[in-house]
């Protein structure tokens, strides 16, 4: 019931749980929520959001920023109207002065929209290394890494894969970077440096985008992916629940009873409560 | 067999190229240009100047060869280009080539990293990867990666040496003690010729961890996977360092 409140509060689920999402508002723009809401108050804590050039970037950024003092970083310069500072999270200090006094990075590592295969691995990989460097050496709480259910994509069918499954590796550069990135981090949290939650998430797509397309088992709607994001964050910085671990993998797809793998464990974990099932 | 042999200029390169030279047809490639000395003692191999972060440079040395060996490593700030994308563009090569056999290198941190070190004894090659998040280390251990998943996707045998501490023949000493992960560079390089000779099939996947170290009384880390598949007989006795002085 907590979660529920705090979500509905946030905006991120309706009273009857499937109301607007104030991760469909326009990036930069103004959210259904009352003005008050969107206001910084004395005690909220500061997420940095990287990739906030992405859509989704600007989706999390529009969504959190009721409840948290958001700052946005990204490779690009980015209009808008929230704290912004462009980095190419490289090994110098400007990697510190970026994370510095905040409690949690939303790290959505997407590459530069121009990237190569060089690039991509080089952004999932050293950059990644780079912030989470910087964040445990500043003393970051939370970093929440979002990362891709791609590399399960190979396991029959059949199989109920959860979040304990060994990734089947590719050698293709964007679901390779994926994996090392995820590496990455787990060293990080497994050196007790860093509390790090994984979000694998589906296919990203937008509700309107693939309306009359067959249905993708792989979906999930960028609401939801917002909707994870924030659960993530409520539970890892307002609760307790997740103080105990410092390495979570959550998957996060859709509520269709198709979806090719379950967000059982989110469910459980950050009360995750898929809106959009396709049906 | 033609064999390209990345980083050829580092500690370890002179070693390996000797131990190979008699019986392999060697391109010996390095961002460092190799002696003179080198050159003339080698002369009927091949030299070429390559940087193993760019890809173009590492496919065209690629060509032709029937087996990689990957020496190169960096500890500073360039540490994932070379020991990430370099593996990456090493692989991307092989894959380009056909060539099916890779030998690829680096520090015992590339799997058993610092945790790993509470452990009293029987630390062996095949257990997790935990790098730590020192750059030089879980760069390695990327790159690692990057050849696995190659190996799981295309036809090529990925055989990964490890190593921690080289002593040449003379510091073996009595009492000089160390960390028990330690072989003479003449014996760290003998490997590479059994693993060049190995069939293929011999190999238990398509991707296998060794740990290359002399013997070790005290059994903290394993050699005798190494000794057992590729058939590693270390001739230095690293036993010494660890041998009472009054003796």
Redesign the interface.
Known sequence: MKRRNFLQAAGVIGATGSGALAGENPPGGETSQAPETRQNQPGQKRVLVTSADSPLGQAVAAALGGRYRVHLTSSLDVPTAQPFMRSDLGHDESTNALVQGTDAIVHIATPPPDADQYGQIDHRARCTYNLLMAAAEERIETVVYLSSLEMFKGYDEDYEVTEDWQPLLSSQPAALADYLGEFTCREFAHESRLRVVVLRLGTVVREDEVQGKPFDPLWVEQRDVVQAIASTLHVSLDDTELAGRRWTILHIGSGSPDARFTSQRAAELIGYQPQFNWE | MNVLILGGNGYLGPYVVKALAGEHSLRITDIKPSSSEIRQEFQQHQFMDVDITS?PQVERAASGMDAIVNLSAVRN?LA?GVN??GC?NM?QAA?THGIQRVINTGPHFTIT???YESFDYRINPDVP?????S?YA??K??GQ??C???S???NIYVQDYLFYNFRLPHQLKRGTGGVPFIVTPADAAEVFRLGLAIGLNRLPSRCETFFILGENPQGKFLNDKAKRILGFAPRDDVTTVWRKTHR
């Open positions: 890809a700030r994932f990430l994308h990456y692989m894959v990293g610092p945790n990867p935990h790098a730590g998040t750059p879980l760069s251990s990327l990666e990057v696995r998943a190659f799981q996707n295309h």
